[in-house]
């Protein structure tokens, strides 16, 4: 930095001075920023969108207008700028400075205060920006589910380094537990019959459904696990993707589960605060897991192995553990997605699962808790924005993925360690 | 009783008898060394004791309980800390986490304490990074522990490797060639540091070394290895003067 500014000091005025300004803002800045764009959204987007000719609130940032109706670019381009850029870079500047003192205030009272307040605030957010449209909604939803999906894969691809397929199967088998546990016991329906317990119940229990999705699913990665933790290499990739085939064929050819058709009409238990609640969940015990010492085993295993067996770490029970662990949030996000779609069928957790979830996580970077949030919401949203454009989404996300493996081939955020109490800590003066 | 005995080990690769019928005796505190030219089995003695190979025959009694068949985690846990020739640190990890993973055997907090950050498991990771740190300034890395371990220069590498084997409190150290591709000024302080760590922990030393000065200087009885057979043990001078260690080193001495 030194050497830079002592070499050219016209550019220090000014393009790092700005850089440096921004620097400085604690997250609950930016965060009351982004709640301010939401709010103006939701009491000014309506008048906004009549006066600029937009036929609705831009759904997704404007993309699908953009793209279906070139002529009202200029429109959406006007509404993104007053909506959601002027707040998110007015209103920390504004109150960076007081901000930041509250917030060091906070931190020293109890960080965990703290982390709740900045949780809340971003629930707040999410939830009013998903008011405004059904659509939205559901994309918020499936990308905090994505999120899930990512970091539970991410621990096997990334923080133990081996290559898993079978993401989607574990996916399933949470999937159709969670389902078959709400439909058995809350549901009147044709598959099983009239509802078992109280519907009141529901709601209450349906964590006990997604626990057993995970648990399911965690038990079918033990098949996985024994034959192919003996010794590295791609016995795991190859013993992995048969067993995604294997449990859509066995689900497929399940007649009570009524096979290829799929499960329908699942109580709809999971609304946003639940989504929001289970992602912060798994972000958290994950997160918990791979910087704890038995969890950077993980990362000692991968680099050498042999090192760390002689380090006394076990290093089979350290891969089956992990490979469970990770197998178990698959499943919960598999619970989670059949309630949201109340619809499950076996043709969802094929290859294309994979193919997306394994995207994401080598685009947003492996061995990072970041990387997996970053890479799971980039490639969800892009994938609904970019929806207008059909075939060519297929041509545009992939030649996206080339250029991240071209220029970063570890991902965009790799290898960096999630600090929450670093993330929520005031910013130092420089 | 010797702190580790060795009675009779052989092993074969294949049809490759790479270890003959060695016996070594160590009690504690001692440092031993065994020298012998590329090839002569040196390291396939550490990787058989250390549990990487299991012996075609004999048996191996650390604190009087046999290692054989073993896992290598659990040797390690049993108390035999090693370091390797050709340094097998984690890439992608700074150095004061490759001292703590190396207290891996002794963590209870389990995996409640992994999922959910329980208070015990902050008192517990705050121990070991205070042990880790301790380490490190044993061996003189202290102000580099934030560092991740690539961008080490390779004497500060082979001492944070020193570090991690001891954060794993052996009783019996094996050392596989330490001064390795080291230069003069390196050599002198890893010397430094094997004798600190010999006096401050008391550990037993086993020293495998390609330079005979290193070994003279350090050990107090010698093996000499050729073809997996001990040819020579003794002193530092002993060894010196034995007429089949100069002859392995050396070769014959032939009058025409």
């Known amino acids: 930095m030194q050497i830079n500014n002592s070499l050219s000091p016209e550019k220090k005025t000014f393009a790092s001075r700005i850089r440096n300004s921004f620097a400085q803002l604690p997250l609950l800045a930016w965060l009351c920023g982004v709640l301010g764009a939401v709010l103006l959204e939701r009491y000014l987007g309506d008048p906004l969108t009549e006066l600029l000719g937009l036929p609705k609130i831009p759904a997704l940032f404007g993309a699908v207008t953009i793209l279906k109706k070139p002529q009202l670019i200029p429109g959406t381009v006007a509404f993104l700028f007053l909506i959601y850029a002027v707040p998110i870079l007015v209103i920390p500047r504004l109150f960076g400075s007081i901000l930041n003192r509250l917030v060091g205030r906070l931190f020293h009272l109890s960080p965990a205060m703290s982390v709740a307040i900045h949780l809340g605030l971003l629930y707040l957010i999410l939830s009013l920006w998903a008011d405004v449209s059904g659509y939205r909604l559901l994309t918020l939803k499936l990308t905090l589910i994505a999120i899930i999906v990512t970091l539970s894969l991410n621990v096997i691809n990334g923080y133990m380094g081996e290559f898993s397929c079978s993401h989607p199967g574990f996916l399933a088998l949470g999937a159709y537990t969670a389902s078959v546990f709400t439909l058995f016991f809350f549901v009147d329906d044709k598959v099983f019959g009239a509802a078992f317990l109280p519907k009141f119940l529901g709601p209450f229990l349906f964590p006990i459904a997604l626990i057993l999705g995970g648990i399911v699913a965690a038990i079918g990665a033990i098949a996985i696990a024994i034959p192919s933790f003996r010794t590295r290499g791609d016995y795991l990739a190859i013993i992995s993707l048969a067993f995604m085939f294997i449990v859509k064929s066995i689900i497929e050819n399940l007649e009570f589960v009524r096979g290829p058709r799929g499960l329908s009409s699942q109580p709809n238990y999971v609304d946003l605060p639940t989504v929001f609640i289970w992602t912060v969940a798994a972000v958290w015990i994950i997160n918990n897991f791979v910087r704890s010492t038995t969890g950077k085993a993980l990362n000692a295993v991968r680099d050498d192995e042999m090192a760390a067996d002689a380090m006394t770490v076990n290093t089979r029970r350290t891969k089956i553990v992990a490979f469970l662990f990770a197998a178990f949030w698959a499943g919960v996000a598999g619970g989670l997605f059949a309630h949201v779609l109340r619809y499950v069928n076996p043709g969802t957790f094929s290859i294309q699962k994979l193919a997306e979830v394994l995207a994401m996580v080598y685009f947003g970077g492996l061995n990072s808790v970041y990387g997996s949030i970053v890479g799971a919401v980039s490639l969800s949203l892009l994938g609904e924005a970019l929806r207008p454009l059909e075939i060519f989404k297929w041509i545009i996300i992939p030649l996206l993925l080339i250029l991240v493996m071209i220029f970063r081939p570890t991902g965009l955020i790799a290898f960096k360690d999630f600090d929450v109490m670093k993330l929520i800590s005031p910013k130092e003066k420089s | ?256």
């Open chain 2, 1 to 256: 009783m010797p702190l580790l005995q060795i009675k009779n080990m052989s092993h074969d690769f294949g049809g490759l008898r790479a270890v003959n019928n060695y016996n070594l005796e160590i009690e504690p505190g001692q440092i031993r060394g065994l020298i012998g030219p590329n090839g002569a089995g040196k390291t396939t003695i550490f990787n058989l004791v250390s549990g990487i190979y299991s012996p075609t025959e004999g048996d191996i009694l650390l604190n009087g309980k046999s290692l054989v068949g073993l896992k290598p985690y659990q040797i390690a846990a049993m108390g035999l800390g090693r370091t390797f020739q050709n340094l097998r640190l984690w890439r992608h990890m700074t150095v004061l986490e490759h001292v703590k993973m190396a207290r891996y055997s002794k963590i209870n907090y389990g995996l409640l304490g992994a999922f959910f950050g329980t208070p015990k498991r902050i008192r517990e990771e705050a121990e070991i990074e205070e042990k880790a740190h301790s380490l490190l300034k044993l061996v003189g890395v202290a102000d580099l522990a934030d560092q991740i371990i690539l961008n080490l220069p390779y004497g500060a590498q082979r001492r944070v490797e020193m570090a991690r084997a001891l954060a794993t409190e052996p009783k019996i150290l094996f050392l596989d060639e330490p001064t390795a591709g080291m230069n003069p000024e390196e050599l002198k302080q890893m010397m430094d540091i094997i004798r600190r760590v010999h006096r401050e922990l008391g550990l037993a030393i086993f020293l495998i070394e390609h330079r005979l000065k290193v070994v003279m200087e350090l050990c107090e009885i010698i093996q000499t290895l050729v073809f997996g057979e001990v040819i020579a043990e003794g002193s530092s001078e002993e060894i010196q003067n034995d007429p089949k260690v100069i002859e392995a080193y050396l070769g014959k001495e032939t009058i025409l």
